[in-house]
């Protein structure tokens, strides 16, 4: 059974750093491997993905602050997001495969103004 597990996520002042952490039962460097972003009512959306060694960041407003990277030894992929902002609360999924993949039971992020 395909596993993801994020972790990390939790509660922060805007301004401040977390990194979530996507541990996952499939190959990370086989398979595509994103984050997404979902806020209460409304669509899930793709944040970050990386596939092969092309890493790309979503939205304009998270480029320069957010960054997506992966090891390949532990089979983890990590979000990196700095300089968080309360725009960027919700909750974050680890997604393998792309839509029709895998995906984990995500985890909190919720940026205090």
């Known amino acids: 059974q395909v596993q993801l597990v994020e972790s990390g996520g939790g509660l922060v002042q805007a301004g401040g750093s977390l990194n979530l952490s996507c541990a996952s039962s499939?190959?990370?460097?086989?398979?595509?491997m994103g984050w997404y972003r979902q806020a209460p009512g409304k669509r899930r959306e793709l944040v970050a993905r990386?596939?092969?060694?092309?890493?790309?960041i979503y939205g304009d407003s998270r480029k320069g602050r957010f960054t997506i990277s992966r090891d390949n030894a532990k089979n983890t992929v990590y979000l990196q997001m700095n300089s968080l902002k309360p725009e960027d609360t919700g909750v974050y999924f680890c997604?393998?495969?792309?839509?029709?993949?895998?995906w984990g039971q995500g985890t909190q992020v919720t940026v205090s103004s």
């Open positions: 997604n393998a495969g792309g839509d029709f993949g895998a």
């Open positions: 499939l190959n990370v460097v086989n398979n595509v």
């Open positions: 990386i596939s092969g060694d092309i890493r790309t």
